[in-house]
């Protein structure tokens, strides 16, 4: 794996729970979401309420298929989504959220970007932070520092209801690389330790296809920056743009360009597909080399 790897820490404390950075760790995509662009509505009854039964049983798989990251979500941010509110987010998240921390020794992942969701899941037992907005909408970063999990700083140009409508960008390298960084400036302000902060360049939000792929040839440089990388490629529209496949024929590709990011030095995978990438991922570590 690069030899940039190693400015990363080795490890990331999650809660009781401990992550090796220094091998590809798979965070299963798990939405208790009616619209997400690839399995909304997967997990929902006859009634539209999320079944705990269709819940555990997909964690159950994706445990089993070598997912050590959870990741679950109660708002879609796919281009166009329409926002929800703070209480029906909850209501979505933290049963999910209890459920599977009940009975699953697994890291849990909130895929959010409201205080009271990081607040009252890191309770319930969350074990990490991911929110596609880096902590800023109201009272989040301070949620975030409270709960004392690590977080996931992603960037996002616009909103997902309006943020593919003709992104622009001078230099997207360089405007994501200083978005991140002064993301990273306001968590260790608020008291979040750079230890418990990685970085997601955010493929797809608020990107065309020009600007993910530009974005992924410097996967290398994102990795350079010293924090834990994590890539959100899985059945994204750009790989349906490359390869003019409908969202249920992309798994080929995505385990692709998961294998790619590997080798450029992320860490964390953000999946749907997670047996078929972690065996792509056992290969490239095997090729590549372990990390020292």
Not at 199 to 215: I, R
Not at 264 to 290: K, M, P, Q, Y
Request: glycine share 10%; with cysteine; proline share 5%.
């Amino acid at each position: 794996m690069p030899e940039n790897c190693n400015k990363c820490p080795p490890q990331l404390r999650c809660g009781g729970r401990v992550l090796d950075l220094q091998k590809p760790q798979i965070m299963a995509v798990i939405n208790v979401t009616p619209d997400s662009f690839s399995d909304g509505g997967q997990l929902q009854d006859g009634a539209g309420v999320v079944s705990i039964d269709k819940l555990l049983e997909r964690v159950e798989g994706a445990c089993r298929g070598g997912a050590t990251i959870i990741d679950i979500g109660g708002e879609s941010t796919r281009p166009g989504a329409a926002p929800v509110s703070e209480q029906e987010e909850c209501d979505r998240v933290l049963p999910a959220v209890e459920a599977v921390a009940q009975r699953f020794d697994v890291v849990i992942s909130v895929d959010t970007s409201s205080a009271a969701v990081i607040r009252e899941s890191a309770v319930l037992g969350a074990g990490m932070v991911n929110d596609v907005r880096a902590l800023q909408r109201p009272g989040a970063l301070l949620a975030a520092a409270e709960s004392g999990l690590p977080v996931c700083l992603m960037h996002m140009q616009g909103e997902p209801d309006k943020m593919q409508s003709n992104p622009r960008y001078r230099n997207i390298v360089d405007e994501v690389t200083q978005f991140l960084l002064s993301r990273v400036a306001a968590c260790t302000a608020a008291g979040i330790g750079k230890e418990n902060i990685l970085l997601d360049p955010g493929f797809g939000f608020g990107k065309s296809l020009d600007h993910n792929l530009e974005l992924f040839r410097a996967l290398s440089h994102f990795a350079e920056l010293g924090f834990p990388l994590m890539v959100g490629l899985s059945r994204k529209s750009m790989l349906g743009s490359i390869t003019h496949r409908d969202v249920s024929e992309r798994m080929p590709a995505s385990i692709v360009a998961a294998a790619l990011a590997a080798e450029r030095g992320a860490h964390i995978f953000r999946v749907h597909d997670v047996e078929e990438t972690r065996d792509a991922l056992s290969v490239v570590a095997a090729i590549v080399g372990r990390r020292e």
